[in-house]
């Protein structure tokens, strides 16, 4: 079993910046990739960024690429988010996720990550 516990969420104007931390614990040899995603409401929730644990590759979706980035700390077991220029579209609960396995082809999709942090609100005003 792996927990996942995310923070550093909360409210800031457009164009200001915030850093997610998810801290993964338990049996977290078993997970390969974590990734963040976000719901907004009355939105699916969708993936924004993955990294694969052993070499570091990156992912992100079109809508963040250049302005958030996805970093880890395996010695930690921790995954951050840092966001800079945020919109109030970025209005949302972010969500770790892990799974055993990620691809450019999987690392967004919902049903590849096995664990789920409770999630962390990021609210953007205009």
């Known amino acids: 079993q792996v927990e996942l516990v995310e923070s550093g969420g909360g409210s800031v104007q457009a164009g200001g910046s915030l850093r997610l931390s998810c801290a993964a614990s338990?049996?977290?040899?078993?997970?390969?990739?974590l990734g963040w995603f976000r719901q907004a409401p009355g939105k699916e929730r969708e993936g924004v960024a993955a990294?694969?644990?052993?070499?570091?590759?990156?992912y992100y979706a079109d809508s963040v690429k250049g302005r958030f980035t996805i970093s880890q700390d395996n010695a930690k077991n921790t995954a951050y988010l840092r966001m800079n220029s945020l919109k109030p579209e970025d209005t949302a609960m972010y969500y770790c996720?892990?799974?055993?396995?990620?691809?450019?082809?999987?690392?967004?999709?919902?049903?590849?990550?096995?664990?789920w942090g409770q999630g962390t609100q990021v609210t953007v005003s205009s």
């Open positions: 996720a892990a799974s055993f396995y990620c691809s450019w082809v999987s690392w967004s999709v919902l049903d590849e990550y096995s664990y």
């Open positions: 338990g049996y977290t040899d078993s997970i390969n990739c």
């Open positions: 990294i694969v644990r052993g070499g570091g590759t990156t």
